[in-house]
Every structure is written in C-alpha cells, then in structure tokens.
T-cell receptor
Framework: AQRVTQPEKLLSVFKGAPVELKCNYS??????LFWYVQYSRQRLQLLLR??SRESIKGFTADLNKGETSFHLKKPFAQEEDSAMYYC??????????FGEGTQLTVNP | NAGVTQTPKFRILKIGQSMTLQCTQD?????MYWYRQDPGMGLKLIYY???????DKGEVPNGYNVSRSTTEDFPLRLELAAPSQTSVYFC??????????FGQGTRLTVV
C-alpha cells in the first residue's frame, strides 16, 4: 500500500522567513513524488516533481529515499505563497495518492 | 482550451437520492481520477481509470460507482446519497507522466 503523510495541517511564517513543508511517504517500489498547490479560489495545480529537480517560484524539494521524505523548501517566503500544499505519490500503475495537505500562511 | 470540466459546480441532495457528477477532458488523457476533499483530510482517491473500459477502486470507493466508456468522460455515480458524502469532489486527468490536471470541483451537500 502507498501512503503520503504531511504532519503539519497548518504552518504560519513571516514574510522573508524560510519555510519547510514536510512530506513522508511509504511505498515499496520506486515512487514519483510531486507537490501540488491550491491557491484561494483556484484549481489544484502542479508545483514541482522530484524527477525534474527544478526550482519553481523559489521552491525546491529533494527526494530522500533513505528517510522516505520529500520536503518542500523555500529560503524566503512571500505573502503570495499562502496556499494549501499537497504532497502526492504516483506508483507504477499510475495510482496518484495525496497527503492531507498543509495550509501555509505567510504573514506580512 | 477547456481542460477538465466538471458539472455541476454545486448541488444539494436529499438523503437517499442519486446523482451523477460529470467529468470530461479534452486533452486525450488516458488516466482519470476522482477525489473527495474533506476539511483537514486532504484528497482521498475514490476511483481511477487508466483508459477507456478500465476502472479501479481507490481509498474510499464505498457508496460510489464509475464508468469509462470513452477516453473523454469519467462520470461518478452516487446511488443512495448519505450525509457522509457531503464533500467537495474533484476530477483530474493525466497523461500518466505524473502531472494531473484538475477540474474546478463540485461542492455536494447531502441533507
């Protein structure tokens, strides 16, 4: 069985502070990991995926297979980063499983 | 360029009624998904499909049925609505490369 866990339902930081959204997973095979974001009154959309190893809107995430983690990080949070963030795992059969989500609030 | 379209956007059902949530995509994606989003619970996978004629259960399939007769459409059927099915429902599609494109959601209330 595959499972994605986001331990923090709410996370609040000040503008300019670093932010880290935690994600842990369990899956016996080789997973693909993603971060999705849902801004207020917008559709859920892809933020980044582990295989691309790129930085999107200043966010990065590294897959750590030893710790089964895929934490999302940004060195300097901006107010426009306030949103709901979901970590997701796709297995070899294309079953896409999401975590519980973390509501990030960046205060001015 | 419509992407993933869900109808209706809002619906109120009485207990025991049935309804179908419609989902259609115009991107020729093989993979389609239905999720429900409950406050504090994240997105739970109800059913998914890897192609026309093929469907499989997700984490919370009880009380729902799906069909996939065409590549474009993936309707979700509620046969006997219950208050526990009050939620926001999202349909998504994917090429299978990982990026899923989501609909705008259907907010369903069962009273």
């Amino acid at each position: 069985a595959q499972r994605v866990t986001q331990p923090e339902k709410l996370l609040s930081v000040f503008k300019g502070a670093p932010v880290e959204l935690k994600c842990n997973y369990s899956y016996s095979g080789s997973p693909e990991l993603f971060w999705y974001v849902q801004y207020s009154r917008q559709r859920l959309q892809l933020l980044l995926r582990h295989i691309s190893r790129e930085s999107i809107k200043g966010f990065t995430a590294d897959l750590n297979k030893g710790e089964t983690s895929f934490h999302l990080k940004k060195p300097f949070a901006q107010e426009e980063d306030s949103a709901m963030y979901y970590c997701a795992l796709r297995n070899s059969g294309s079953r896409l499983t999401f975590g519980e989500g973390t509501q990030l609030t960046v205060n001015p | 360029n419509a992407g993933v379209t869900q109808t209706p956007k809002f619906r109120i059902l009485k207990i025991g009624q049935s309804m179908t949530l419609q989902c259609t995509q115009d991107m020729n994606h093989n993979y389609m998904y239905w999720y429900r989003q409950d406050p504090g619970m994240g997105l739970k996978l109800i059913y998914y499909s890897v192609g026309a004629g093929i469907t499989d259960k997700g984490e919370v399939p009880n009380g729902y049925n799906v069909s996939r007769s065409t590549t474009e459409d993936f309707p979700l059927r509620l046969e006997l609505a219950a208050p526990s099915q009050t939620s926001v429902y999202f349909c998504a599609s994917s090429m299978g490369t990982g990026e899923a494109f989501f609909g705008q959601g259907t907010r369903l209330t069962v009273v």
